[in-house]
């Protein structure tokens, strides 16, 4: 059986107001996307590789993976309107190459800390389940708002986990499941987690990590910088 993992580097990320996507931006020499990669590629479980990319980035895309020896990437495939969508072209495009019981793990392209033992687990927990879903504790208290300016209530945090990716299914799992969608109008679910809800599927927990951090904003990009050197100096000693 194949592991297949699908990074999702479609978004232009606006929110970082950057000229180029966040994927591809440059932190100590290495494109962020190059450290996503190398984290797959340096799996020993993880049989393949395959990118949805922004449109015209895939040469370059090809070009880092020459450059950076990633010999795993196989496929790249153009991005979508949203992320459901660019999931769906992703994982329509790997059902041609594999099997319907091969696991893909989808993965956020923008997060480059993911680690050996959270690929490991989501796994095993697919493996054992049919699905696995990265999450981590909610350590906040949560408070509930109508207007995002007042609260009159809280959420019970022992009741909520906090969502990062990989995100692990069988191949014919996820391409049923987005077919269904389509057929019920459900096109901009925010996960591949909240399209099995909104579906009325089940999704089971694998174990993630705080440092398994999502790039989205110029100040994430400081507290990668300084994951990176606190990883450096671990190597050091």
Request: glycine share 6%.
């Amino acid at each position: 059986m194949s592991n297949i993992a699908l990074l999702i580097a479609g978004g232009s990320g606006n929110r970082m107001h950057q000229d180029i996507p966040k994927q591809f931006i440059t932190v100590n020499e290495r494109p962020v996307i190059v450290y996503t990669l190398e984290a797959f590629e340096n799996h020993p479980e993880i049989d393949a590789i395959a990118v949805v990319c922004i449109e015209g980035w895939d040469q370059v895309l090809w070009a880092y993976a020459k450059q950076f020896n990633i010999s795993k990437l196989k496929y790249i495939v153009p991005g979508g309107e949203n992320g459901q969508s660019s999931i769906r072209n992703g994982v329509f495009e790997l059902e041609k190459h594999f099997s319907s019981d091969d696991l893909v793990l989808i993965h956020d392209a923008i997060r480059p800390m993911v680690s050996a033992e959270i690929i490991s687990d989501n796994i095993r927990i697919a493996k054992k389940y049919g699905n696995a879903v990265t999450v981590i504790p909610c350590a906040e208290a949560m408070m509930q708002t109508e207007d995002g300016v007042v609260s009159c209530g809280s959420y019970p945090r022992d009741q909520l986990k906090r969502t990062q990716t990989p995100q692990a299914f069988r191949i014919g799992d996820i391409c049923e499941l987005h077919r269904s969608a389509l057929e019920a109008g459900v096109t901009n679910s925010v996960a591949s987690c909240t399209l099995m809800i909104e579906m009325g599927r089940q999704v089971y927990f694998s174990s993630g990590s705080e440092k398994n951090i999502k790039l989205t904003t110029v100040e994430d990009i400081d507290i990668f910088k300084a994951l990176l050197a606190a990883k450096r100096s671990d190597w050091l000693k």
